[in-house]
């Protein structure tokens, strides 16, 4: 079974600043991972998605992630980001060929302050 | 547009009451899914279908029961026995379940119990 960490449950930075959300995950096979965005009381979007090839994702809004698969890691990252990037982002992982439900992790909330 | 339509967006229920939230999807996908999100508890999966009149409990089914009649509803109802109700429901569609996991999500629905 797969299971997911995020290892920050808020992060609040300054406009304009970087920012990494951090995540990791356990998984005895190979996966695909993903995060997803949701602002305050709207359903999840997808960012990105890693799935094979390239460990450097890039998504949408500027968003990328890097799959490390020695650290087990996909970590999320923004060089510079602007107060609509205020939400709740969330890493999931899904085992590679199987019917394994996608599992998610708790969450990291990002505020942007002015 | 494509989509998934969840309805209504909130909703308020007396104790004792059993509630049904709508789900309603135009995307041609086979599996469809049932999320509870509670504060700094991430998506807890209670209920997924992968095909027309079958589904499966997922990790928190007590208290909650679904249908499947057809391949673009899939409503969740909220019953009595469920001891803390109160929560944002998520419903949630991919192509199938064995392919890479990428879920499209609804808005949601807020169930308020009183």
């Known amino acids: 079974a797969q299971s997911v960490t995020q290892l920050d449950s808020q992060v609040p930075v300054f406009e304009e600043a970087p920012v990494e959300l951090r995540c990791n995950y356990s998984?005895?096979?190979?996966?695909?991972l993903f995060w997803y965005v949701q602002y305050p009381n709207q359903g999840l979007q997808l960012l990105l998605k890693?799935?094979?090839?390239?460990?450097l994702v890039k998504g949408i809004n500027g968003f990328e992630a890097e799959f490390n698969k020695s650290q087990t890691s996909f970590h999320l990252r923004k060089p510079s980001v602007h107060i609509s990037d205020t939400a709740e982002y969330f890493c999931?992982?899904?085992?590679?060929?199987?019917?394994?439900?996608?599992?998610f992790g708790k969450g990291t909330k990002l505020t942007v302050n002015p | 547009d494509g989509g998934i339509t969840q309805s209504p967006k909130y909703l308020f229920r007396k104790e004792g009451q059993n509630v049904t939230l709508s789900c309603e999807q135009n995307?041609?996908?086979?599996?469809m899914y049932w999320y509870r999100q509670d504060p700094g508890q991430g998506l807890r999966l209670i209920y997924y279908?992968?095909?027309?009149?079958?589904?499966q409990k997922g990790d928190i089914a007590e208290g909650y029961s679904v249908s499947r009649e057809k391949k673009e509803s899939f409503p969740l109802t909220v019953t009595s026995a469920q001891k803390n109700p109160t929560a944002f429901y998520l419903c949630?569609?991919?192509?199938?379940?064995?392919?890479?996991?990428?879920?499209?999500f609804g808005e949601g629905s807020r169930l308020t119990v009183l």
């Open positions: 890693y799935l094979s090839g390239s460990t």
């Open positions: 995307l041609n996908h086979d599996a």
């Open positions: 949630a569609s991919s192509i199938n379940r064995m392919n890479t996991g990428e879920l499209f």
């Open positions: 998984s005895s096979v190979s996966v695909y």
């Open positions: 279908s992968q095909i027309v009149n079958d589904f």
């Open positions: 999931a992982v899904k085992s590679q060929g199987g019917s394994e439900k996608l599992v």
